[in-house]
């Protein structure tokens, strides 16, 4: 490895959270030379779609891969979800490039917040087809990660995504 190359940050079998693609597992870290330029490289598996990709070492961090969040900021993440309405832009696209760009943050919190967001405007009206997309994507990050983190199953965080996202905000904890 030359000195411009940043080191390995993560290792074979670590989950990641790639933003806007989902929870994956790295698979196999290794050099490749593709179009005359050897680096090295993360192949993650991305369950979510299926898919392996291929992103060079010294770029995971400047494309947002992070690893999968502690249970205290998973906890946090699911805590602030509730059915308390937020004022969004109403015009579709200029909601959906809020959202997006939420989602390009990559923390946990901020997807937590899209799906939330996205959650109760489909209460109001049905979302648009790209809304609904970016919607069913977050949840599923949200709920992959959480579970992961809680070492919980899938199931079970979902289930508690949605008590609180239907939860009265009046109502008090018992």
Known sequence: ???????VVFSLGDHVVYPLQGVGLINKIEEKTLRGNTCMYYEIFLEIS????MVPVERAI???????VDSDEATKAINTISNKLE???VD????YQMNVDLLKQGSISSI???VQILYHRSKI???PVQERKLYDSA????IDESALSLKKPRTELEALIFSKLEKDPKEKEA
């Open 62 to 68: 400047e494309l947002g891969i992070r690893p999968i």
């Open 87 to 89: 004022q969004v832009p």
């Open 92 to 95: 579709w696209k200029a909601r």
């Open 50 to 53: 299926d898919m392996t990709v």
């Open 139 to 142: 949840l599923r990050i949200l």
């Open 1 to 7: 490895m030359n000195s411009s190359e940043k080191p």
């Open 112 to 114: 937590a917040k899209v």
């Open 125 to 127: 009206k049905e979302l």
